[in-house]
């Protein structure tokens, strides 16, 4: 059974950095790919990125990009996210997530929907 | 881009009663990559279903996705004291891109 484990809460400065990670428990860690999900005070769902760790490759939403670097280290199964000069609507709860095989379109190899979360880190950005 | 709107925003019902929330596409969708959630506060999103109507394992049978192209469904249809969250919409695109709709927040 495939699992996340996220990082503990972080409090940082207005215009740091953060560096959140979602750790990976099960097998075939480079079969999945891992979302970054954010969900801000009062807010809705946004998707924040993605990687891929077979081939390495981040994708990024719009509005993060710039900001925003998703890395995985295969040998801990583990996968970062950095956010870059934070600000204030940066606070939020950061979730990892993916999508088991079944949710796989084959073609590039991206989940479609994602059935397994972390637990969710909440970053706080203080001025 | 493409966009979802959830309506509506808000939803009042009582444990028993049916609920329908709506999921609007700003363009047409490819069915299979539709997908529902669940949110209750404090606890990671929950996959209802996906592809547009395939209920997620362990999702009720009480809960039912339906739509096509633009016009999306979720119904829930004798609501539980536990149904009592936020829905979200979400959707893949093939440039790899994931759009979530804004919510609805369906209370007693």
């Known amino acids: 059974e495939v699992q996340l484990l996220q990082s503990g809460a972080e409090v940082k400065e207005h215009g740091t950095t953060v560096k959140i990670s979602c750790t990976f428990s099960?097998?075939?860690?480079?079969?999945?790919?891992i979302h970054w999900v954010q969900q801000a005070p009062g807010k809705g769902l946004e998707w924040v990125g993605l990687i891929d760790p077979e081939y390495g490759e981040s994708i990024y939403a719009e509005k993060f990009q710039g900001r925003v670097t998703i890395t995985a280290d295969t040998s801990t199964k583990t996968v970062y996210m950095e956010l870059r000069s934070l600000r204030s609507d940066d606070t939020a709860l950061y979730f990892c997530?993916?999508?088991?095989?079944?949710?796989?379109?084959?073609?590039?190899?991206?989940?479609?929907?994602?059935?397994?979360w972390g637990q969710g880190t909440t970053v706080t950005v203080s001025s | 881009e493409i966009v979802l709107t959830q309506s509506p925003g808000t939803l009042s019902l009582s444990p028993g009663e049916r609920a329908t929330l709506s999921c609007r596409a700003s363009?047409?969708?490819?069915?299979?990559?539709l997908a529902w959630y669940q949110h209750r506060p404090g606890q990671a999103p929950r996959l209802l279903i996906y592809?547009?109507?395939i209920r997620a394992t362990a999702i009720p049978d009480r809960f039912r996705g339906s739509g096509s192209d633009t016009d999306f469904t979720l119904t829930i249809s004798r609501l539980e004291p536990e149904d009592f969250a936020v829905y979200y919409c979400q959707y893949y695109s093939s440039s790899s891109m994931y759009t979530f709709g804004q919510g609805t927040k369906l209370e007693i």
């Open positions: 363009q047409a969708l490819f069915n299979s990559h």
């Open positions: 099960g097998v075939s860690f480079t079969d999945y790919n």
């Open positions: 592809g547009a109507s």
């Open positions: 997530a993916t999508g088991d095989f079944f949710l796989v379109v084959p073609a590039t190899h991206r989940s479609f929907a994602f059935d397994i």
